[in-house]
């Protein structure tokens, strides 16, 4: 995932494209094509429905906007949500929820937490830097793993005693 410089985006036009609005915040809504209800566009598509553009990412070959008030003709944004519920494409959810992901990150970290000072998205990165004390952000990684304890047809089953 990198932040893309929107003077940039003419390099893009030809790339698969989805478009993020805030809806109520945190929450996401995403620009669909109602014909074929399908979010991913090509992102010259997007930009001729006149949309206005806020920030821009890119990750595997795939273009996010954030962008402002919308509306167009035969399409309409809907809540995240329901894309990921309605949609099997297994390729498509991931995108979405990892930019969904990066979206509330960059919303959410604003300011330093050294000195206050105002944070600035390093471009071609997924970086922010203070613009006053230099220091660097980057996204928390929040790593999980399961584990599965068999003995013939039983598993063991566990939770912490402060589990309600
Ligand atoms: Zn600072």
Redesign the pocket.
Known sequence: MQFLELNELDKYKDYPALAFMNFQPPVKSIIIDIKNQNPLMSLSQLIGLGIKIKKAFIEKGVIALLIDEFAADGFVALESKFILTESFDLKLQKTILRFHQWLIWDETHL???????I?KQVQAKIEKQ??????SFFPTIAPAVMVLIERGNQILMARSPHFR
């Open positions: 300011y330093c937490n050294k000195c206050a000072g944070l203070c613009r006053e004390c230099a220091q």
